[in-house]
């Protein structure tokens, strides 16, 4: 029984930060693939990062070198730190988490997720 609760969304404007947690219980970090996605109206779901068992982290190119990808293991909470957000960053975000050790060409596959928080919105306004 895996549960994953996002928090830490909101409206900002252009140029500012959040920072989003997700809350992991019935697993440990260690034991898999940990990632977000988000999903925008009218468009598919993207991942956005992830980070694997070991520390290793993946990014899509919209957003390196804006979003940081973390975790910590002793109290089973995953974070993504957001800077510089642009409109093109709203959506609703999701936590996922995956049986398997992700790297750079499996982290996206959202197929390979099997739990998924309820979702957690961030606005940018111009």
């Known amino acids: 029984q895996v549960q994953l609760v996002e928090s830490g969304g909101g409206s900002v404007q252009t140029g500012g930060s959040l920072r989003l947690s997700c809350a992991a219980s019935?697993?440990?970090?260690?034991?898999?693939?940990m990632g977000w996605f988000r999903q925008a109206p009218g468009k598919e779901r993207e991942g956005v990062a992830a980070?694997?068992?070991?520390?290793?982290?993946y990014y899509a190119d919209s957003v390196k070198g804006r979003f940081t990808i973390s975790k910590d293991n002793a109290k089973n909470t995953l974070y993504l730190q957001m800077n510089s957000l642009k409109p093109e960053d709203t959506a609703l975000y999701y936590c996922?988490?995956?049986?398997?050790?992700?790297?750079?060409?499996?982290?996206?596959?959202?197929?390979?997720?099997?739990?998924w928080g309820q979702g957690t919105q961030v606005i940018v306004s111009s």
């Open positions: 996922a988490s995956g049986s398997f050790f992700c790297s750079g060409g499996s982290w996206y596959n959202a197929v390979l997720f099997g739990y």
């Open positions: 019935g697993y440990t970090y260690s034991s898999g693939c």
């Open positions: 980070i694997n068992s070991l520390g290793n982290t």
